[in-house]
């Protein structure tokens, strides 16, 4: 099964180094959270392979030295104009593979700043989905996230007209709002849970194949103004 974990923000300026230590507490408790999509010792980190713009993969260990000599390599690339990211796979056992890509730290009015986690497991497997959305939540405090599916997608495109195309957000299954967003939510879309540590919540809306819940919770959430995009030019990180 292929699941797709994700969270969007503005425009937040930070240096190489922060962004190395978020993406340090990011990777080391995916190790923690999904054993099984990566291979190493016991006891030690794993070893990602990090996909570069053009050539061969490379191998990257996720010490803090070695995610910010990755980002700053990414940050003075001339490719880069705002920001820095990474774009890190893992394999491990049979039928596991995690994709992670991010990007952030940068300034654009325009560019949205994203880290976008792609979890493909066998489909008997159980993977902790609120516990990964969390994550990402708490790591970068975002100002929306998801947890979704190409089904989910084709659903909310075929049902509710949302258009990726267009910049507009939406919510998967499970969804994180910012504070700001939260407010506008209208009451009993969704249960909200216990297991972000920092602001805004997180909404549980669905379990998985229920296609319908999702797509009425979405045009719940539209309609309240809880999905509407950061006004262009962005001047800030969350609604």
């Not at 049979?94 to 792609?118: F, K, N």
């Not at 979704?148 to 075929?158: G, M, Q």
């Not at 506008?184 to 849970?193: C, E, I, K, M, S």
């Amino acid at each position: 099964m292929r699941r797709v974990v994700r969270g969007f923000w503005g425009p937040r300026r930070e240096s190489p180094p922060e962004l190395a230590g978020r993406w340090k507490t990011m990777l080391d408790a995916l190790a923690v959270l999904l054993p099984a999509a990566g291979q190493a010792p016991a006891g030690q980190a794993w070893t990602w392979s990090q996909v570069h713009a053009s050539g061969r993969p490379t191998q990257l260990r996720p010490g803090e030295e070695e995610l910010r000599a990755a980002l700053q390599a990414d940050h003075d690339s001339p490719q880069t104009s705002d920001g820095a990211g990474l774009h890190l796979v893992s394999k491990g056992e049979p039928g596991w593979e995690i994709d992670i890509s991010g990007r952030g730290g940068g300034e654009s009015e325009y560019a949205t700043q994203a880290v976008v986690l792609t979890v493909r497991s066998p489909d008997d497997a159980e993977v902790p989905e609120a516990a990964l959305l969390a994550l990402i939540a708490d790591t970068w405090q975002p100002d929306i996230g998801d947890v979704t599916d190409d089904d989910l997608l084709d659903a909310l495109e075929d049902d509710a007209g949302y258009d990726y195309t267009q910049s507009q957000l939406c919510v998967g299954r499970l969804g994180y709002l910012s504070p700001g967003r939260a407010l506008l939510a209208p009451d009993g879309v969704g249960t909200a849970r216990e297991e972000l540590s920092g602001a805004g919540v997180l909404l549980d809306i669905a379990p998985p194949g229920e296609t319908g819940a999702v797509v009425d919770a979405y045009v719940k959430l539209r309609e309240a103004g809880a999905l509407e995009p950061l006004p262009r030019p962005m001047t800030r990180a969350v609604l």
